[in-house]
């Protein structure tokens, strides 16, 4: 009798199994990442080592900058609470592995789009949230003004593992310039030897040249010079493979630009859901059903703009703010002269 | 031998579980891989690599393939290892030899330099010799020239370029010398087995290797000029030396920290050689009238080395393989070129770091091959 019992058992328990799991893959269909983030409790973002105005902690490790901001955009949408990112500094080295093996599963480190970045490894880049270039910085008292100056001999430091270094080599090889590049593996060894002259120019994005001057000795002796010698559109990247958290993403994206456009703030947010137009209502979760194709609730948006602010309020407080880069150039939005320019939200 | 069931079922068992974990290892790879649309093989080493790399022994510029950057760093990884291993090789026979010193001051001196660099992580050394101790060098403008001709800067080392004329004849006296030399060794070891004469075979081979290169060059034709490094302007402050050769900055911090490092553990294998051989040994030495110099060279060295050997072969696989520590300094080895920049740009990690792995091991298990051949060289052979 307890033998049939058992096998009794047992059964109920494997169809339990079954049933629990196909009930889990229909959820799971929606996305895999999503889920495993909603169960977890926090987005896993992968950032830089340190790079002001991007992404850099402060002493009690709390992380800011605008591609901190992405990442907390996404945790805003998917958890209702912009804290609740598990950041994880990469070197450029390392960020893709981290990203297509699962350790996190947003990239967002100032990271260059490039064609076989985005068809070979395995990666999508969702869009740009950064219009950068390559550009170089030199000390003042070498008398330097323009690339054009630059002579055989010269010597650049830079980080390995980025576009920075083909960007280089294309950049001196059609000028017929030798050069001596000196390539590390982590920014602020870069930074420390070019700041004690171990290089006559270091090169890099220049927003990233703007940010490390700030880490010099003395940031007044250094100039970027103002030639740009690359297109550099960075901007968050997912692994390939789970187009609903690729979506969840760039949404979240577009939606802090957007919001800039119309003029949401994260501080009159709650007010424009009364707004008579029906793009800014849609923005704010007050029209449409925006949010149930990622499988979320239709305030996600709101949550973005109210715990994260726009683009706008994100660049002032970590760019510009700090003085790293105070002109948006060209990242200022289309109506204002600038190239940024999102889809609608719709 | 015969094997019974009970002996062969556990191994089996062992055999299947490595398979199946490997087995298990690949199939998870492979089918990650093919979920993020990632493909698998080695085509890419004939790829071009358009990255350019600071300091390379053989001809390359980012028109290469990556098979080629490849062999970049791994000639640079082999250099900066060779010469880590002879001068910590040179330092620890030194300092191992100075901790057995009578004299209270070299001994202690000694001492302290093998407690002090052991015990500091060797990355850490690294970074202070690059950052701290490379630092203080002048930049080339303000550079003292070191015997008029060569210029240590924080841009690194130059020193002048050798240009020869009828390089070959010189070449060849060396080779005859050397033979010449070996000639008279074993000439002379067979003197003193038959007739008991000894012949000062170290004057005759210093004086061979000096005498026959310079006939080389008084009726030889040879000619040998240096190019000395010039000072050439870049701009207002940026200086750089031209012509010569040079020498990264990086290369010498890595070589320094690697050798310095080594060295203390070859110098406490060294001192536990020397401290195995008994006493007796010495004494019995001494008593049947060697010299002190003839002691140490004909009973208690040969003894020694076996003692010696086995761990010292440990100490230059370590150093081999901490040579990839060259990563943090930008010295372009084969992690830094190769499972650093390549990596990034093509984006196969498993292929590369793969390749890798195998690079070492292969490095790893010649030098023990040849070690371990110089080890049964000088073991004791019974007869």
Redesign the interface.
């Known amino acids: 009798m307890f033998k049939y019992l058992k096998q009794l058992t047992s059964l109920v328990a494997m169809v339990a199994v079954l049933f629990t799991f196909t009930t889990e893959s229909m959820a799971a269909k929606k996305s895999k990442t999503l889920k495993n983030t909603q169960k977890k409790g926090f987005v896993r973002c992968g950032v830089s080592q340190g790079l002001p105005g991007f992404s850099n902690a402060d002493a009690a490790g709390n992380w800011t900058g605008v591609d901190v901001d992405v990442c907390r955009a996404v945790a805003a949408a998917v958890l209702g609470d912009a804290n609740k990112v598990k950041f994880t500094p990469l070197s450029?080295?390392e960020r893709?592995?981290a990203l297509?093996s699962g350790e996190i599963d947003i990239l967002s480190r100032n990271t260059t789009w490039t064609l076989?970045?985005d068809a070979?490894?395995?990666l999508t880049f969702v869009g740009v949230n950064f219009y950068d270039g390559q550009g170089f910085m030199?000390?003042k008292?070498?008398?330097?003004t323009s690339t054009s100056?630059?002579?055989n001999?010269?010597?650049a430091?830079t980080n390995?593992?980025?576009t920075t270094?083909?960007n280089?080599?294309d950049f001196f090889?059609s000028r017929g310039i030798s050069?001596?590049?000196?390539?590390?593996?982590?920014a602020d060894?870069v930074v420390?030897?070019y700041d004690?002259?171990?290089c006559?120019t270091y090169t890099t994005d220049k927003s990233g040249l703007a940010a490390q001057r700030t880490k010099m000795k003395n940031p007044d002796e250094h100039i970027v010079l103002p030639e740009t010698i690359s297109k550099e559109p960075l901007g968050p990247v997912v692994?390939?493979?789970d187009s609903v958290w690729e979506d969840i993403v760039r949404w979240s994206l577009n939606t802090m630009i957007e919001a800039e456009e119309y003029g949401i703030t994260s501080a009159n947010a709650d007010m424009m859901k009364t707004s008579d137009n029906p793009q800014i209502k849609r923005l704010v979760g007050a029209e449409g059903e925006m949010g149930a194709a990622f499988g979320l609730d239709n305030e996600w948006n709101l949550r973005i703009i109210k715990q994260v602010g726009n683009y706008g309020e994100s660049y002032k407080r970590n760019i510009a703010d700090t003085g790293i880069l105070p002109d948006r150039g060209p990242n200022e939005l289309w109506t204002k002269g600038g190239i940024l320019y999102v889809p609608p939200s719709r | 031998m015969n094997f019974k069931p009970k002996d062969i079922g556990p191994q089996l068992m062992t055999v299947i579980a490595v398979v199946l974990v490997f087995g298990f290892f690949t199939y998870n790879a492979q089918v990650n891989m093919e979920n993020r649309g990632i493909d698998f093989g080695y085509g890419f080493l004939s790829q071009e690599s358009s990255f350019d790399v600071q300091f390379s022994l053989i001809e390359y510029d980012g028109s290469h393939s990556y098979f080629r950057a490849y062999l970049v760093g791994l000639l640079n990884t082999i250099l900066v290892s060779v010469i880590g291993i002879f001068f910590a090789t040179i330092l620890g026979v030194m300092v191992g030899i100075a901790r057995l010193s009578p004299n209270y001051l070299i001994n202690r001196f000694a001492a302290f330099y093998v407690e002090f660099f052991r015990n500091i992580p060797l990355l850490l050394q690294i970074f202070f010799w690059y950052f701290a101790a490379l630092r203080a060098l002048p930049l080339p403008q303000d550079a003292e020239a070191i015997f008029g001709i060569s210029f240590l800067t924080i841009k690194g080392l130059f020193v002048p370029a050798f240009i020869w004329q009828n390089f070959n004849i010189f070449f060849y006296s060396i080779v005859a010398a050397t033979i010449a030399i070996i000639v008279i060794r074993y000439q002379a070891k067979k003197l003193q087995e038959t007739q008991g004469k000894q012949t000062p075979v170290l004057l005759i081979s210093i004086g061979l290797i000096l005498i026959l290169p310079l006939i080389s060059f008084l009726i030889g034709g040879v000619r040998l000029s240096f190019e000395v490094p010039v000072l050439k302007q870049l701009a207002t402050t940026s200086f750089i030396y031209e012509g010569g050769v040079s020498l990264p900055p990086e290369l010498i911090a890595l070589a320094l920290s690697l050798s310095l490092y080594t060295a203390t553990f070859i110098a406490e294998c060294v001192r536990a050689g020397i401290q195995g051989i008994s006493k007796g040994q010495k004494e019995a030495a001494a008593s049947i009238g060697l010299t002190p110099n003839q002691v140490l060279k004909l009973v208690v060295m040969p003894q020694a080395l076996r003692i010696i050997i086995p761990p010292t072969t440990n100490q230059y696989l370590n150093l081999t393989k901490n040579s990839s520590l060259a990563a943090a300094i930008a010295y372009p080895d084969l992690v830094l070129v190769f499972a650093g920049t390549a990596l990034m740009q093509t984006g196969k990690a498993i292929e590369i770091v793969s390749i890798t792995m195998f690079t070492y091991l292969s490095l790893s298990i010649a030098i023990s091959l040849f070690m371990n051949w110089y080890n049964n060289k000088i073991a004791i052979q019974e007869k």
């Open positions: 450029a080295k893709f592995t297509t076989s970045r070979d490894i395995g030199v000390r008292s070498s008398g330097i100056q630059f002579k001999g010269i010597s430091c390995i593992g980025t270094e083909l280089m080599r090889n050069y001596e590049p000196v390539a590390f593996e982590k060894e420390a030897a004690a002259g171990r006559d692994r390939q493979g």
